[in-house]
């Protein structure tokens, strides 16, 4: 039976890319070592970074002025480092609530300064993204913080706040790589590696080199972005079997179209998923507003919640795995990121028509 792995994160990886691993693992390219076993500072490892980087660079499209950093720590300690880092003697900056994880971003940043809340929306739990002619933005903030994409409610842009001269932050933990974005549009941009990109332990920083070098006093040697940029983050150990996992995934997606032959796929498989749902009568529902939703993470309730162990556990046995919804929200969410094929989405609705049928 095939699995496929809908789970949020860590999440599917391509196939190809743990089959690769799998037969570089004792013995990577006749080094006679692991990639785990060698040194950070040989040139064989080195030489993996650089191609790393140099792959992601070319992916994304990144502007020379731009460091990209590999740090650890996840997208939590961003929530700390953005502020520590990008207040620059600014009372305050700008945050927009979209959900669970702005939620988060908010709290963590108010430890060091002032934050405006742009808009949120909290009143409308959070099913859609407050339109940007009504942000209570500040000119003065010292920078604007978002979340591309909401992976627990499901809520992601299709559109690119323009800040002006206030830099744009954006936590992409759960959307990079999944379609083309304009980086030079941004002055930070964040992920955790375990949705789109590779195993945890990774956190990818892609910053605007004029925004460092002015952390707060008292910064922490390896808070400040600063240490990691000066040193190709290698001032310590950086964590190098996730960034080279994450370097083998880089070169799946330039194989296989790059990013915009990504987003295509990415797309198909959320209209068919959409549309399952959409066409269900109400057996399925999305609470997320139609030009909101996430071609990531597709948050779905059944109209009887009672039959939502059934379903999980008819879906478990089809090989349909982790589709269990945050303890949160409840319900299903199927996250279908770039490593989950089209096929897979197929055979999740294919389940989820026949449940429907059986249960209708
Ligand atoms: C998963 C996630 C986080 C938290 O990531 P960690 O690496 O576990 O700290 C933050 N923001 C978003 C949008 C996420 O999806």
């Known amino acids: 039976m095939t699995i496929y792995n809908f789970s949020a ?54 502007p020379a002025n731009y460091k990209v950093l590999f740090l650890q720590g996840g997208a939590s ?26 939620k988060k971003a908010i709290s963590e940043a108010k430890r060091f300064g002032g934050v405006n809340v742009v808009a949120t929306a909290a009143d409308r739990n959070f099913s859609c993204i407050p339109a940007f002619d ?10 604007l913080h978002y979340t ?26 759960s959307n990079i790589l999944s379609r083309p974005v304009d980086v030079g549009k941004y002055g930070l941009i964040y992920a955790g590696a375990q949705k789109n990109v590779g195993p945890a332990g990774l956190t990818i920083v892609i910053v605007r080199e004029d925004l460092l070098g002015q952390a707060l006093p008292g910064t922490p040697t390896m808070l400040d972005y600063k240490t990691h940029a000066d040193n190709d983050s290698m001032y310590n150990t950086p964590p190098t079997y996730g960034i080279y996992i994450a370097g083998l995934v880089f070169r799946w997606l330039k194989k296989n179209g790059g990013i915009a032959a990504m987003e295509q796929t990415n797309i198909a ?73 089209l096929d897979g989405v197929q055979a999740l609705v294919n389940f989820m028509g026949g449940f429907a049928k059986q249960h209708g």
């Open 269 to 341: 498989k959320a209209e068919l998923l959409y549309g399952t749902i959409d066409a269900s009568n109400g057996f399925y529902r999305c609470p997320v507003a139609l030009s909101d939703r996430s071609r990531m993470n597709v948050p779905f309730t059944l109209k009887d919640a009672s039959l939502d162990g059934d379903f999980l556990k008819q879906a478990d046995a089809r090989g349909l795995l982790q589709l269990k919804g945050h303890r949160s929200v409840g319900g299903m969410r199927a996250s279908i990121y770039n490593a989950m094929p």
């Open 77 to 102: 300690q961003q929530f700390a480092m953005v502020p520590m880092n990008l207040l620059r003697g600014r009372k305050s900056a700008d945050y927009l609530n979209t959900g669970e994880w702005s």
């Open 9 to 62: 994160g860590p999440a599917v990886l391509p196939k190809e890319v743990l089959q690769q691993a799998q037969a570089e693992l004792p013995d990577w390219h006749g080094s006679g070592m692991s990639v785990m076993e060698m040194s950070h500072r040989g040139k064989e490892y080195m030489s993996i970074q650089a191609e790393a980087e140099a792959d992601l660079r070319e992916l994304m499209g990144i």
């Open 148 to 173: 591309p994409n909401e992976t627990i409610g499901g809520v992601e842009f299709d559109w690119l706040p323009e800040s002006g001269d206030v830099p744009l932050v954006a936590d992409m933990s």
């Open 134 to 143: 009504t942000w209570q933005r500040d000119p003065e903030a010292a920078y």
